[in-house]
């Protein structure tokens, strides 16, 4: 067996989803956007309720009535405004996630070259997962096909470290909290 020797070469690899999910960096970004998704469930829940109300209103009322065909205009324009406000609110969440993971991404590889640098590492790799998603063949292909690192020695892992070196950086105001974008509270259509 022939195996190529890198000398003075020193590797380390983290666990990214690991840093996602536990760095506070990342924890409070998205503690913000679950917070704002809560309050969309909310202003959500209170426009299912008027259309319902609208709706059973609707069903004790005889078709010839005169309100009849005001009645289910009002619950059209319910159900419209239901619609784009969840449209609204998905699409906001959705970019607010996407920032969020987007911007501690840089703060974090910022910090790690820092962390790097300090300890000597010339390379970090990402760790490969302990174990494929088996949702479908097509995620597992994706996964397989990301993988850079198949295997590494359990001693090169420096997630837990540097998770403690993130999160006090943090602690000390080093990083911030980048704001969270503004999920939308008015649950009036565009245009209105």
Same mark, same amino acid.
């Not at 309100?67 to 969440?93: D, G, I, M, N, P």
């Not at 910090?111 to 000597?120: C, R, V, Y």
């Not at 390379?123 to 690192?149: A, D, K």
């Given at each position: ?132 998603? &088996? ?52 649950? &009036?259509?565009?245009?209105?």
């Amino acid at each position: 067996e022939k195996l190529f020797a890198w000398p003075r070469l020193r590797l380390a690899v983290v666990n990214l989803d690991v840093l996602i999910k536990n760095a506070k960096l990342f924890s409070i970004r998205l503690e913000r956007i679950q917070k704002d998704q809560k309050q969309a469930e909310t202003q959500l829940d209170e426009l299912e309720k008027q259309e319902k109300t609208l709706k059973s209103q609707l069903d004790l009322l005889s078709r010839n009535k005169p309100e009849y065909s005001q009645l289910v205009e009002q619950l059209e324009h319910a159900r419209l405004q239901r619609k784009l406000f969840t449209e609204r609110v998905r699409t906001s969440l959705e970019q607010g996630q996407i920032e969020a993971l987007a911007s501690g991404y840089a703060e974090m590889h910022a910090l790690l070259k820092t962390f790097a640098s300090e300890k000597g590492l010339k390379l970090v790799l990402q760790q490969p997962p302990s174990r494929l998603s &088996t949702s479908s063949i097509q995620e597992v292909f994706i996964q397989l096909g990301q993988q850079s690192v198949l295997y590494a020695e359990p001693s090169l892992d420096i997630t837990e470290s540097f998770l403690v070196y993130l999160n006090a950086r943090f602690a000390a105001g080093t990083v911030s909290p980048a704001p969270a974008p503004a999920v939308p509270t008015d649950s &009036t259509p565009p245009g209105k």
